[in-house]
């Protein structure tokens, strides 16, 4: 298995270069089918091998994807290589909904994205498209008999299946089953996401190219760690009057890791007079991630969020919070894409949100009052099922229907 999780990522890193791709993914796939192969031939050391070894193989069988595996990989091993094309799709994202204003622009494999944009239906598009739109080119490879699915991904989710053999295996024989250690975070990964791994999940941003319909400009999202520094931080406690211990309050539910970020967020706000935008991601009430999030302009957060919901699935996620400086204003039915910061009578506050893969978000806010170069807040006020359309692509990777009423 972890031969077949190189092989995957072997492909992932040659994706633009068709001969490196076809030779890692095809290696990925005999591979894959080669674990099988062991399974059978240490038949000896799982009780009841035949029945519990057929209930697997009723369960694979139901599944055309499955079965697609195992002829591919006789197709590679009698016939040669699999037929495969690579092709694009282009597509125009103005919304934080996959199922929004969306438009489907022809493009061919080696087409510039000057190309792409002088192909677009201009008369379609109104001012909002122009100004917060984004034009995303995707590359995929797929196999002429498995035209609805992308290569990679088939291959995770191929991956996930056999993964779940393994493990069950392993607990046939009384044993636990087997983790993977991230070796950049050390975090470890058990069960669970169809036995896929993080990793093999959400890659198609290492393929798309981002393109700006406002000026033009293709841009990138990146990621970049940082190592904590605990002397900065212990400054920055003293600064800011705060026990680090307590930041993210006891653990006892994810409600109470709200009130306590957020109690810290005022005092940070009023010692420095504006806070930055902060996510944190939870599963359960453990911390998987925390990290600073930046939208350059107003288009970039529907491609931000989105990137933010393929982590949710990466990490397995069950909570998210955002905490950072907001406007608030009454929403204009007539014009269902104008901003909060572009009505005459918006307001400036703080505001610490949480989504949940089960019940009504919550958010914590408090106006704010400027004074000079001073900021004082005003008092903590609570709402229950907002409105919180910004986390629409998390719903939909939840499986949680997105209200109405966030859609205006």
Not at 173 to 184: K, L, Q, V, Y
Not at 328 to 333: F, R, Y
């Amino acid at each position: 298995m972890d031969d077949v999780h190189r092989h995957w990522h072997s492909a992932e890193r040659a994706y633009f270069e068709p001969e490196g791709f076809r030779v890692a993914i095809q290696t990925a796939i005999q591979t894959l089918r080669t674990v099988t192969f062991i399974l059978q031939s240490n038949k000896a050391q799982i009780p009841d091998f035949d029945a519990w070894y057929a209930s697997w193989q009723e369960k694979l069988k139901a599944i055309p994807l499955m079965r697609w595996m195992v002829d591919a990989r006789n197709k590679i091993e009698k016939q040669g290589d699999l037929e495969m094309y690579s092709h694009v799709r282009a597509e125009l994202v103005a919304s934080y909904l996959n199922d929004g204003p969306v438009i489907q622009v022809p493009a061919n494999l080696f087409e510039g994205p000057d190309v792409l944009l002088r192909n677009l239906p201009k008369s379609d598009l109104g001012d909002h498209f122009w100004k917060h739109g984004t034009l995303r080119v995707q590359r995929r490879w797929v196999e002429n008999s498995l035209p609805d699915h992308e290569l990679l991904d088939a291959a995770a989710t191929a991956y996930g299946a056999i993964a779940e053999i393994v493990a069950d295996a392993h607990v046939k024989i009384g044993r636990a089953p087997p983790t993977t250690t991230n070796i950049e975070t050390g975090e470890e990964y058990g069960s669970g996401r169809a036995g896929r791994l993080p990793c093999m999940v959400g890659h198609g941003e290492a393929r798309t190219l981002n393109i700006s319909l406002s000026d033009g400009q293709a841009f990138d999202l990146s990621h970049e760690e940082v190592t904590v520094d605990f002397e900065k931080g212990k400054e920055a406690a003293t600064r800011y009057g705060v026990n680090p211990d307590d930041v993210f309050g006891r653990g006892e539910d994810q409600e109470s890791i709200l009130r306590s970020l957020f109690d810290t967020a005022r005092r940070m706000t009023e010692t420095d007079g504006h806070h930055v935008t902060m996510l944190v991601l939870l599963r359960g009430t453990t911390v998987v991630r925390l990290a600073q999030v930046e939208f350059p302009d107003h288009g970039s957060k529907y491609i931000v969020m989105r990137d933010i919901a393929h982590e949710v699935v990466r990490k397995g996620v069950d909570g998210v919070i955002l905490v950072g400086e907001s406007w608030m204003a009454v929403a204009d039915p007539t014009k269902p894409y104008m901003r909060a910061v572009d009505a005459l009578d918006r307001k400036e506050m703080l505001a610490a949100t949480l989504v949940r893969i089960t019940g009504d978000p919550i958010q914590l806010s408090a106006m704010f009052d400027r004074q000079g170069d001073s900021v004082k807040l005003g008092e903590t006020v609570e709402a229950r099922d907002g409105e919180h359309f910004i986390f629409a692509p998390v719903y939909e990777v939840w499986g949680r229907p997105i209200p109405d009423r966030w859609q205006g």
